[in-house]
């Protein structure tokens, strides 16, 4: 039975940084600025499909040789979750009071009341009209409270008994995922002729918010987690997959202009990420660097930052703050470093206390 207490992986919390920070950069820059990096900045959407197939990993990583042995407690694990992703997730909401005006104004009454009501019980991600109401960010999490409550049955499943059948399940897995999209282009449900990160369309919300689409990135994380038992750590193997990962995606990413949408935004880059997540498990070079300690540093507080930063910009640029200061000249840029100190200021005075305390009170 396997009892092994998994190492803390700090190069993955290093790379979640950088993960994080490319969303803020996508919503509030002109990806332009960034040169030869712009191409990963305008597609700073599949940072999140990033983060959902991490999950993935790092949940089974953790959890999935109690969960093949039986000695998983399902409630409990629930209830750790549930401290884990509520405290800043009820913070985000409370900063977004000011949304609701906007909101009601953008909805007919009985969608406006229906966000209201499923939007603090992480249940507005399954109707694609709410999946962003009051912070846009938040769809994430009803995706994600959705594969929590999947995650213990995912886990126990039986590992295949010959390496080469984990390929194939993650094949399979990958296969799946790229069915939503490919649907999407095939029948053009919402008939528009080039879609975009600008385009809107009640099918493409679908596609991009609800967490049906993106639930093989997760199962394909969790599969992940048993090819990476396979792989000694200092193996040579991890540096040369993490290496092809970050290159492939580069390359792939600068294609994105020519390349159909709906399957970028999620399943088409699932393989990439895995062997980025491959290699930054390991122990080498690439994984050194982005385990350095400022980037594990902030990559800590990288839920908050992504949670919240709709709403620290709003009550950064809301407060006029930089004007009065004298330091507007220096925006966006401080406004990118207020950020991440908000954010660590959040994770270390919101988020762990009252994960501390919840789980006191569940028992979790």
Not at 33 to 60: C, D, E, Q, R
Not at 70 to 75: F, K
Request: net charge positive; proline share 7%.
């Amino acid at each position: 039975m396997e009892t092994r207490k998994p190492e803390r992986l700090n190069a993955l919390t290093g790379l979640r940084c950088f993960a994080a920070i490319n969303i803020v950069l996508f919503h509030f820059s002109n990806p332009d600025w960034f040169g030869w990096f712009a191409p990963v900045v305008n597609a700073g959407y599949a940072s999140v499909s990033f983060f959902i197939l991490l999950s993935g990993f790092v949940l089974a990583y953790n959890y999935a040789g109690r969960a093949r042995g039986g000695q998983l407690d399902r409630v409990k694990f629930w209830k750790a979750r549930f401290t884990r992703l509520y405290p800043i997730y009820l913070l985000s909401l409370l900063m977004s009071w000011q949304m609701v005006g906007p909101e009601r104004k953008a909805h007919s009454p009985g969608m406006f009341w229906t966000g209201m009501v499923l939007t603090p019980l992480l249940l507005q991600g399954w109707i694609p009209a709410v999946a962003t109401f009051l912070n846009t960010p938040a769809w994430t999490m009803s995706a994600e409270s959705f594969y929590y409550v999947l995650f213990p049955w995912l886990a126990g499943l039986k590992r295949p008994a010959r390496a080469w059948h984990y390929l194939v399940q993650m094949a399979g897995v990958w296969g799946l995922g790229l069915i939503p999209g490919t649907l999407y282009v095939v029948f053009n449900p919402d008939g528009l002729a080039h879609p975009d990160r600008w385009s809107y369309g009640p099918w493409l919300q679908a596609l991009k918010y609800t967490p049906l689409p993106h639930l093989a990135s997760f199962v394909f994380g969790v599969l992940l987690a048993n090819v990476d038992e396979l792989v000694e750590r200092a193996s040579r193997l991890r540096l040369m997959l993490g290496l092809a990962g970050f290159g492939g995606l580069f390359c792939i990413l600068t294609l994105a202009p020519v390349l159909p949408y709906a399957m970028l935004h999620d399943g088409l880059l699932m393989p990439l990420f895995g062997c980025i997540v491959l290699g930054l498990a390991g122990e080498n070079p690439l994984a050194k660097f982005f385990g350095l300690r400022p980037l594990v540093f902030v990559g800590e507080a990288s839920y908050c930052l992504y949670l919240l930063h709709f709403n620290l910009w709003n009550m950064i640029h809301g407060s006029h703050v930089l004007e009065w200061s004298g330091l507007i000249r220096f925006d966006p840029w401080i406004s990118y470093g207020l950020l991440i100190v908000l954010a660590l200021l959040a994770l270390h005075l919101v988020e762990k206390p009252a994960q501390r305390q919840l789980r006191k009170w569940m028992g979790a």
